[in-house]
């Protein structure tokens, strides 16, 4: 099977704000993961946005850095700034947020699977 990508404008995802939404491009639908996970997706992050804090409970998400420049709050409130080729790794019962402050979109690969 192929498909061409087809874009989500999600607001407020994980409880964010910012300038505008996040787009969401599913790579296996909620439906294709059969029961094993609910997203594995490329995120858009607009310039301004955020991902806002929220837990994942019985459940692991990492992202994966394609492009663009981040400020990843981990678990433990630290603040990081991600580049390209950075991996975040949200475990079970943790809580992290994602932050676009630069000038270009924040471009990553999320997958959010069962623990």
């Not at 439906?31 to 607009?46: N, Q």
């Not at 080729?85 to 402050?101: E, F, K, R, V, Y």
Request: proline fraction near 4%; charge should be negative; charged fraction near 20%.
């Amino acid at each position: 099977m192929v498909r061409k990508e087809k874009a989500q404008l999600k607001e407020g995802l994980g409880g964010g704000t910012g300038i505008g939404p996040a787009y969401v491009y599913d790579i296996v639908s909620k439906e294709d993961l059969y029961g094993h996970g609910r997203m594995y997706a490329k995120i858009v992050l607009p310039p301004g946005s955020t991902i806002g804090w929220h837990q994942h409970i019985h459940e692991t998400e990492p992202y994966y850095i394609l492009s663009g420049v981040g400020d990843f709050k981990d678990n433990d409130g630290t603040v990081t700034k991600v580049t390209a080729g950075d991996i975040c790794t949200i475990l079970p019962g943790q809580s992290h947020s994602m932050a676009n402050n630069g000038t270009e979109d924040l471009v990553f690969i999320a997958l959010i699977y069962n623990d």
